[in-house]
């Protein structure tokens, strides 16, 4: 069974503009989440998406949006980037319909602000 | 927020050794997991442990919960060079309001 799968792995982007990540999550499981990891706030939760609608969201500014499709495969947007967006991007997936199930992560997006 | 908050958060060892890391939490919770990170690498999920659960164990870790304490502990025997990496908890809260928050990370360097 494939793994979660995020795309690209490495990013560059200067301050002003948007980027769009994007996360395949394995076969079958319909809930996606967001994180962000830095090196100065750890972990930090930006969303989670179930069955094409938000389900639950952290404690980030509107420039943060996502959205999921129909096959489960989500995308993270942001706009007017700043250099503290600078960051590791991990999406998590699982199947989502009941508690305690594990998350199965990708290996994230490195998305650095010049 | 960060829910959890990892304790030691560097940890070095030699092989052979056992290693120990503590999670400390503020609410109530359905369970806790813990999850190991590679340098540059995604997350892995290694144990869960629900809130009526007191210990678990999986190959050579070893998990403990006190509810009372709002506390967890990793234990991981006879560790290997392979098991360097960093260690994170990570709370699954009752609120419903919140999702599963993970605490600041234990870095643990195992020597060869």
């Known amino acids: 069974k494939a793994g979660v799968t995020q795309t690209p792995r490495y990013l560059i982007k200067t301050r002003g503009q948007q980027v769009t990540l994007s996360c395949s999550p394995i076969?079958?499981?319909?809930?996606v989440s967001w994180y962000q990891q830095t090196p100065g706030q750890g972990l930090q939760f930006l969303f989670e998406?179930?069955?094409?609608?938000?389900?639950n969201k952290g404690n980030f500014p509107g420039r943060f949006s996502g959205r999921q499709f129909s096959n489960s495969r989500s995308e993270m947007n942001v706009s007017t980037l700043e250099l503290g967006d600078s960051a590791l991007y991990l999406c998590?997936?699982?199947?989502?319909?009941?508690?305690?199930?594990?998350?199965?992560f990708g290996d994230g997006t490195r998305l650095s602000i010049l | 927020s960060q829910q959890g908050e990892e304790d030691p958060q560097a940890l070095s060892i030699q092989e052979g050794e056992n290693a120990t890391m503590n999670c400390s939490y503020k609410?109530?919770?359905?369970?806790l997991q813990w999850y190991r990170q590679n340098s540059g690498r995604g997350l892995v999920h290694l144990i869960l442990?629900?809130?009526?659960?007191r210990e678990k164990h999986s190959g050579r870790l070893r998990v403990t919960l006190d509810t009372s304490k709002k506390s967890s502990s990793l234990l991981i025997t006879a560790s290997r060079a392979a098991d360097t990496a960093s260690y994170f908890c990570a709370t699954d809260p009752k609120s419903s309001g919140d999702k599963l928050t993970f605490g600041t990370g234990t870095r643990l360097a195992v020597r060869p």
């Open positions: 609410t109530s919770i359905n369970n």
């Open positions: 442990i629900r809130s009526n659960e």
């Open positions: 998590a997936s699982s199947h989502g319909d009941r508690e305690g199930q594990p998350q199965h």
């Open positions: 076969s079958g499981h319909r809930s």
């Open positions: 998406y179930f069955s094409e609608t938000q389900r």
